[in-house]
């Protein structure tokens, strides 16, 4: 059976919003032209943990870590996310600090500094 992607990326969009109320940013690749880019933006909070030097235990901090959604067809042709690339999203600059793809869909998760 083969899977209709497009098909299922629309209904991904309508759930999260992507296009008509996605988050919408600019990308700017290291070798490139900036565009406009359609996505999914979290700022969620993740727990990270500080050993302590003389006790041998972990410390708990909560920070956040900013990530984008986005799809690999929405890029221009030859070009893909990577580690360095600048995005611009409510006003505020990131860089790219990690690209994955989710492997299936065409997504791919940017991580962001």
Do not use: H
């Not at 988050?23 to 050993?51: C, I, N, S």
């Amino acid at each position: 059976m083969s899977v209709d992607f497009d098909r299922l990326n629309a209904s991904v969009n309508r759930v999260f919003g992507v296009g008509a109320k996605g988050t919408k940013a600019r990308y700017t690749p290291q070798d490139g032209d900036a565009f406009d880019l359609d996505g999914v933006f979290d700022e969620a909070w993740q727990e990270t943990g500080f050993p302590a030097r003389s006790a041998g235990i972990s410390l708990p901090v909560s920070t956040t870590r900013p990530s984008f959604g986005c799809r690999l067809s929405d890029f221009p042709e030859g070009v893909k996310p990577q580690q360095g690339d600048a995005i611009t999203i409510n006003c505020v600059d990131y860089e790219v600090s990690d690209a994955n793809p989710d492997g299936v869909s065409g997504w791919f998760l940017l991580k962001l500094n």
